[in-house]
């Protein structure tokens, strides 16, 4: 009798071993979130809301840190009264009037200047929000004509001479290990 219980038991211990470790690697989210939940914006600009003001893949396109910045995006308002967006990227200032209930989509809009751009492209720019008596301070990234797309926004046009690594000043060659 003794013998039958004691296989019972083991039977039994290895049963919940087997369901432990299913249960471990059948994606089970007991421990994990699902990365389903997660918001996040595939843009290549920040968005943040700042009280009535939703902002929208926002971003500064520029040659070098001390050349004109060109910001792009969409400024939401969602408030029944025109508001007024105050843009401060590393001491240049920007203003941007958004009409009640509209938006304004920069890409169409004339063009919102920072008088220099505040960090190399591919860096961010540390970059102060304002409207009403709300403000955010966020890093704002900086692209650069290499991105076809922001190429046609480039304040003062872009160069002749295509940007890679061979005649951009300072590049740096990659280590190969040998």
Same mark, same amino acid.
């Given at each position: 009798?003794? +013998? ?7 039977? !039994? $211990?290895? *049963? &919940?071993? /087997? !369901? /432990?470790?299913?249960?471990?690697? #059948? ?12 918001? %996040? ?20 396109? /520029?040659?070098? &840190?001390? #050349? @004109? $910045?060109?910001? !792009? *995006? ?26 009640? +209930?509209? @938006? ?14 505040? &960090? ?26 290499? %991105?076809?797309?922001?190429?046609? %926004? ?9 940007? +890679?690594?061979?005649?951009?000043? +300072?590049? @740096?060659?990659? @280590?190969? *290990?040998?």
């Amino acid at each position: 009798m003794k +013998n039958a219980a004691h296989k019972k038991l083991q039977q !039994l $211990g290895l *049963g &919940a071993a /087997a !369901l /432990a470790v299913l249960t471990g690697v #059948s994606g089970c989210a007991y421990i994990s979130p699902q990365a389903t939940t997660d918001s %996040f914006a595939p843009a290549d600009g920040i968005q943040m809301d700042l009280g009535d003001l939703q902002l929208r893949n926002v971003l500064v396109v /520029a040659k070098d &840190a001390d #050349s @004109e $910045g060109r910001v !792009l *995006g969409t400024v939401i308002n969602n408030d029944d009264s025109d508001q007024t967006l105050t843009m401060d990227a590393d001491g240049s200032t920007v203003k941007i009037d958004v009409p009640a +209930n509209k @938006e304004v989509v920069l890409e169409k809009s004339e063009p919102v200047l920072l008088q220099r751009a505040g &960090a190399k492209p591919g860096l961010m720019v540390n970059t102060t929000f304002r409207a009403e008596d709300k403000d955010q301070t966020v890093s704002v990234p900086v692209l650069d004509y290499t %991105f076809p797309y922001y190429a046609s %926004f480039m304040p003062g046009g872009v160069p002749s001479t295509p940007a +890679n690594p061979s005649n951009t000043p +300072n590049a @740096e060659k990659a @280590e190969c *290990g040998h």
